[in-house]
């Protein structure tokens, strides 16, 4: 019920609710950054996948036997192919999610800095009030 004052003008202690934001955006941020790692470690397990799967591609011209026709051969290669083209297209889809949430983390490391200097102007401002009078 206490909440429901505080929108009709109530005023609860700016140190808590500053505090309290300060603490809940730093909280944002370590999750964050727990996703960007997960995030990159995704980006990397399928620049390997493209890569093994497209020097496959090389390495099965030279080894292919001269008795197989060439269909047999197009086949195996296609199939290898895009499985490296759906990796890539994978690593893109991740390096833009990562992307968007670095724009993210920008933003909060910016709200947290605000607050931060906000709460010491407003701390520098009441001391100041305090000594005029």
Known sequence: MSGWFGLFGGRGDTRESARDAIVGLRQQLLVLEKKEEFLQKKIDDEMKKARANATTNKRCMSELPRALPLIVFLANTDGLKSVATAALRQKKAHENE????????????????????????????????????
């Open 98 to 133: 990562l992307d968007k949430m670095m724009g993210t983390r920008l933003t909060l490391e910016t709200q947290v800095s605000y607050t931060y200097h906000t709460q010491i102007l407003h701390y520098s401002h009441l001391s100041l009030d305090r000594s005029t009078h």
